[in-house]
């Protein structure tokens, strides 16, 4: 078990993806075995360690708990002794850790600061983005993860084609020579958040920018612009806890209603 | 120490998958697998399962008589399973 839960902190440490395999139920429950750990390595290779008492059994459930880790699913599965899919004499709770969501802020000003200590909060690696050296510095965002001199285009170009649904991009520049590229930049790639700064009027020349820069209005309708939910944050701090909430509503598809106001479950 | 996670919830519940408490044998807990409704208990089974060393399937379900005070008010149900780690 040592071995299992040792090689699992450090690479939780050095947040690299992870599943751990774990009997919950059935055969194997009170044996010496129990757990096992699986995440893809370099290559095609896969690093497996532990056991769950059965060869069979442990080839699946690794390859079971691979899949899991990519959809980021955690949850309990039913297999037979030697790991038959129709079986049901062990249970075992495959647990995913996945890497942190990334979200890239654009534009090195104090809402910037404000949206990066609340995304911490929330989990996020955080990425700070600004082509103005004295603005980019580590000192003014402490709690970003990095904090980038370059323009909003070639980080993306960089980094854009690893950015899922969970992810964000954040735009707070207000400068239409650094946010047009930025939403450009964004929209090219599967992230599932595009938030964009701005007064309404500079939405609405923003918006004529990018049309001119050749974006459909079907790319513009992914943009949430002015960013932020109606909350009437005015502060750093609050505009910042208003675009988080405004990221979760969309992730999870709910009204953003008072649940005083509301009816129905609350967790889905 | 014994490690309790949350490795399934039916209906609303609290926390996902994958919430876990970690309790020492000196009674020291971190984390948590609920909005509070169940840790007293799930401490004491983390407690017996330090001292036995038997791993458990551990559920917490609505509780409406008064007579139960262990249960999740949200009328969900959330399994916990609870193992001593060796380590």
């Known amino acids: ?268 | 120490m014994a490690l309790a996670r949350v490795v399934d919830v039916e209906g609303s519940g609290p926390r996902l998958p994958g919430a876990v408490m970690a309790v020492t044998a000196d009674g020291e807990v971190a984390g948590s697998v609920s909005g509070g409704c169940v840790e007293g208990a799930v401490v004491s089974e983390a407690l017996d399962v330090l001292a036995t060393g038997d791993r458990r399937m551990v559920t917490f379900g609505y509780s409406d008589d008064e007579a139960f005070a262990v249960g999740l008010t949200c009328g969900g149900t959330i399994h916990l399973f609870i193992e001593r780690l060796d380590w």
């Open chain 1, 1 to 268: 078990m040592g071995g299992v839960f040792d090689r699992l902190a450090e690479l939780l440490v050095d947040e690299v993806p992870v599943a751990l395999a774990t009997i919950v139920e059935g055969v194997g429950v009170d044996g010496p075995d129990g757990h096992l750990l699986v995440r893809r390595s370099t290559g095609d290779g896969v690093e497996v360690v532990g056991s769950l008492g059965d060869p069979d059994l442990n080839r699946v459930v690794a390859r079971d708990a691979l899949g899991e880790l990519s959809a980021g699913r955690s949850g309990v599965r039913h297999y037979g002794e030697h790991g038959e899919a129709r079986g049901e004499s062990v249970s075992v709770f495959v647990e995913s850790f996945a890497a942190p969501p990334r979200m890239l802020v654009f534009g090195a000003v104090d809402f910037t600061a404000a949206l990066v200590r609340v995304a911490k909060v929330l989990g996020y690696r955080v990425t700070v983005c600004d082509a103005r050296e004295i603005f980019a510095t580590t000192q003014r965002f402490p709690l970003a993860d990095e904090v980038v001199v370059d323009w909003p285009d070639r980080l993306l170009a960089e980094v854009g084609a690893d950015l899922r649904r969970r992810d964000a991009v954040c735009v707070l520049t207000h400068d239409v020579k650094f946010d047009v590229p930025a939403i450009v930049g964004a929209l090219a790639t599967s992230v599932g958040y595009i938030g964009v700064m701005g007064s309404r009027r500079t939405h609405d020349d923003r918006l004529k920018r990018l049309r001119e820069a050749g974006i459909t209005d079907e790319q513009l309708a992914r943009l949430r612009s002015p960013i932020g939910l109606d909350i009437g944050a005015r502060t750093p701090e609050e505009t910042a806890v208003s675009i988080v909430s405004e990221i979760i509503a969309l992730r999870t598809g709910r009204s953003t209603r008072a649940l005083s106001a509301t009816d129905g479950p609350i967790h889905d």
